[in-house]
C-alpha cells in the first residue's frame, strides 16, 4: 500500500512537472517568436529607408538623363522595381503587425493611478516591459520635480527616430520606426501626440495634487457626510410615520384579513407583520443610500477614484445581467402568454357548454347531467396539463441540466409518493361515472349508515343519524357493497319492512288488518301505494309476518321505524294479542 501511493505521488509530480515545462516552453517559444518578428520589422523598415535613398538618387539621375531614351527606361524601370518592392513590403509589415498583435502585451504608463498610454514595441535590447517601466519612471521624476515647465519639453529627430527630451538633456522616451508601424502613424505624428499626452498629464495631476484643490475635496467629503447623515435621518422620519399609521390603522381593522369569509391572518399578527416589512424596508433602504455614497466620496480624491467603478459594478453588474436576462426572455413570455390566454378562453368555452348540460338545456343521449361538471374538470386537468407541456421549454432555464434533473427528481416523488392518492383518485372517477349515490341520499357503504354530504376526488363523506362524519377513502366505496335508499324514494317509494311473530290462535286475516292499520298510522308512510303483508315462516310456536309500507323520506328510517314499532303495539294491545318469540312464553289463566 506504501509503494502504492508513492507511486501515485511520483506520477502526479512528474505529470505537473511536465505540464509547466510545457507551458514554459510555449511561453518561451512565442516570445522567441515575437522577437523574431519584431526584429524583421525593423530589417524591412531599415531596407525600406535604403531605397528611399536609392529612389532620390535614381530620380536625380532620371532629371538629369533627358534626351538619353535608353538611359531614361533604364531608370524608370529601377523606380518601377523599388516601388513593387515598398507596396510588397508594405503589405508584408501590415502582415506582421497582425501577426504580433495576436499575442502581444500592451504595458501601460501610468501617472497616480491614470494611464497614459501604452508601449507594445521593444527599442534595441530593451523589451516592451522595460521601456515601459522606464519611461513610467522619468514621467514620474517629471511630476514630482519642483522646477518642471512644460517647455523644457521637446522632440528631437535623430534619422527617423524621434526623441522627446527634457531640458536638452535626459530622454524621457524615443519613438522608433516599430512605434509608427505598431500604430499605423508618422514617427513625427506619434512623437507629437505622446508629448502632448504627457504635458497635459502632468498638468493635469499637479492642479489637482494642490493644496487648494485638497481643501476643495475635504470640504466636498463633509458636505457628502453631512448630506447624507440629513438624508439617513430623513428616511427614519418618514418610516416612523408609516409605523405610526400601521398602528393606527390594524387597529381599526378588528377582523384581521380575511378572504371571503376566511379569516387568514389576525389583526394582532397583521400589525406584527406591516411592522416587520415596515422594519426590512427602512434597514435596505438606508444600507442602499449608504452604499451609493461611497462612490461619490471615492470619487472625489485621485487615489481612489478607481474604486468607484468597482463599487458600482458590484450593483450595476447583477442588476445589468437581469435586466439583460428579462429583456432576452420578453419574446419567450410574449408566447406564453399567447398560449396561456387561447386556452384559458378555450376552458371558458368547454364551461359554457358543460354548464348548459347541468342545466339541461342542452342533453347529450347517454350522458347524464350529473357528469357535467367531473367531466368538465377532467378536460380543464387534460388542457392545463398540455398547456404545461407546451409552455416548459419557454421558461427560464428548462434547457438547463439543473432544471432537467430537479424536474424528473420532483416527478419521481409525486409518483412513489402519491400510489394511493391516484388509486382514490381513479376510483373516485369510476364512482362518478357509476352514479350510485348523489349529495343527500341515504346510503349504506360497508357497515356504515348515513346522508352523503360530501364526494371529493379522493374520499366520500357520510354522517351518520348520530352526526357522525365518517370519511370513506373512494377505493373502498368502490371495493364495498354500496346500498342507496333515496335512489327510489321520490319516484316509486322506499319500503319499510318488519317482522312480528304471532300466535297461531290469531287468524292471518285479523293479523293482516291490525298491521296494516298500524302502517297506515305512521308517520310518513304513504297510503298510496297501500301497505302490504307477507308471511315469511311457520314456525312450531308463531307465525312470522312482514309488514311493507311505502315512504318517500328515506333520510327519516329511524323516526318511520320507531313510530311504526309504536302502532303495532297499539293495534295489538287494543285486539288484546301477545306478541311471540322463541325465547318467549306465556301461561294463559282461563
Keep these: 500500500m506504501r509503494y502504492k501511493k508513492l507511486i501515485f505521488l511520483f506520477i502526479l509530480t512528474f505529470s505537473t512537472g511536465f505540464n509547466l515545462l510545457a507551458q514554459q516552453t510555449t511561453d518561451t517559444l512565442t516570445k522567441e517568436s515575437l522577437a523574431i518578428n519584431e526584429v524583421k520589422l525593423i530589417k524591412d523598415q531599415q531596407q525600406k529607408q535604403i531605397d528611399s535613398l536609392v529612389k532620390i538618387q535614381l530620380e536625380e539621375q532620371l532629371r538629369n538623363a533627358v534626351g538619353d531614351k535608353s538611359k531614361t527606361r533604364e531608370l524608370e524601370e529601377k523606380l518601377r522595381k523599388i516601388a513593387i518592392s515598398d507596396s510588397l513590403r508594405n503589405i508584408a509589415q501590415a502582415e506582421e503587425i497582425k501577426k504580433l498583435k495576436v499575442h502581444a502585451q500592451g504595458y501601460p504608463i501610468v501617472l497616480n493611478h491614470d494611464t497614459l498610454f501604452s508601449i507594445y514595441t521593444r527599442t534595441g535590447s530593451f523589451s516592451a516591459r522595460e521601456r515601459a517601466s522606464a519611461i513610467a519612471k522619468k514621467i514620474n521624476n517629471l511630476y514630482e520635480d519642483a522646477f518642471y515647465t512644460p517647455d523644457s519639453l521637446q522632440i528631437k529627430s535623430s534619422t527617423d527616430n524621434f526623441d522627446i527630451v527634457y531640458k536638452n538633456q535626459e530622454i524621457i522616451m524615443t519613438i522608433s520606426n516599430l512605434d509608427g508601424l505598431w500604430f499605423g502613424k508618422t514617427n513625427a505624428k506619434l512623437a507629437e501626440e505622446y508629448l502632448i499626452t504627457i504635458k497635459r498629464s502632468i498638468k493635469s495631476e499637479r492642479e489637482s495634487h494642490s493644496l487648494v484643490n485638497w481643501a476643495k475635496r475635504i470640504g466636498l467629503v463633509i458636505l457628502i457626510l453631512i448630506l447624507l447623515i440629513i438624508m439617513v435621518a430623513l428616511i427614519n422620519w418618514v418610516f416612523r410615520q408609516i409605523q405610526k399609521y400601521i398602528i393606527t390603522r390594524t ?48 470619487s472625489v480624491f485621485p487615489e481612489t477614484e478607481s474604486w468607484t467603478s468597482t463599487l458600482l459594478n458590484w450593483i450595476l453588474g447583477p442588476l445589468k445581467i437581469a435586466l439583460n436576462g428579462v429583456v432576452t426572455y420578453l419574446p419567450n413570455l410574449f408566447t406564453i402568454l ?5 386556452f384559458k378562453f378555450t376552458l371558458k368555452a368547454i364551461r359554457y357548454f358543460f354548464n348548459e348540460v347541468k342545466r339541461s338545456n342542452i342533453q347529450i343521449n347517454g350522458f347524464h347531467p350529473e357528469w357535467s361538471v367531473p367531466t368538465f374538470n377532467i378536460l380543464r386537468f387534460i388542457l392545463y396539463a398540455f398547456m404545461l407541456v407546451i409552455i416548459f421549454p419557454y421558461l427560464p432555464g428548462s434547457g438547463s441540466a439543473a432544471f432537467q434533473g430537479v424536474s424528473v427528481f420532483l416527478g419521481i416523488l409525486i409518483s412513489l409518493g402519491s400510489s394511493s392518492a391516484i388509486t382514490n383518485i381513479v376510483a373516485g372517477l369510476v364512482i362518478t361515472y357509476m352514479r350510485p349515490f348523489r349529495i343527500g341520499d341515504r346510503v349504506k357503504i360497508g357497515e356504515v349508515i348515513g346522508d352523503i354530504i360530501e364526494k371529493t376526488m379522493l374520499v366520500t363523506r357520510i354522517r351518520t343519524i348520530k352526526n357522525e362524519d365518517v370519511t370513506v377513502p373512494n377505493s373502498m366505496v368502490l371495493s364495498s357493497s354500496t346500498v342507496n335508499y333515496s335512489s327510489q324514494a321520490k319516484i316509486n317509494g322506499l319500503i319499510i319492512h318488519y317482522e312480528v311473530t304471532l300466535g297461531y290462535d290469531v287468524p292471518w286475516q285479523k293479523a293482516y288488518e291490525m298491521l296494516i292499520n298500524a302502517a297506515l298510522k305512521t308517520d310518513f308512510i304513504i297510503s298510496e301505494p297501500k301497505p302490504f303483508v307477507l308471511q315469511t315462516k311457520l314456525n312450531d310456536f308463531y307465525v312470522s309476518y312482514q309488514i311493507n309500507a311505502y315512504t318517500h323520506e328515506a333520510g327519516k328510517q329511524a323516526l318511520i321505524y320507531s313510530s311504526l314499532l309504536e302502532h303495532i303495539q297499539d293495534e295489538l294491545n287494543t285486539a288484546g294479542i301477545e306478541l311471540l318469540s322463541p325465547n318467549y312464553n306465556v301461561i294463559r289463566k282461563e
Design 251 to 298: 387597529q381599526k381593522l378588528k377582523a384581521g384579513l380575511k378572504l371571503g369569509s376566511i379569516k387568514v391572518i389576525p389583526a394582532k399578527d397583521l400589525e406584527l407583520i406591516f411592522l416587520k416589512i415596515n422594519g426590512a424596508v427602512r434597514l435596505l433602504v438606508t444600507l442602499i443610500l449608504i452604499y451609493l455614497s461611497l462612490p461619490l466620496l471615492f
Design 338 to 342: 399567447v398560449i396561456y390566454f387561447i
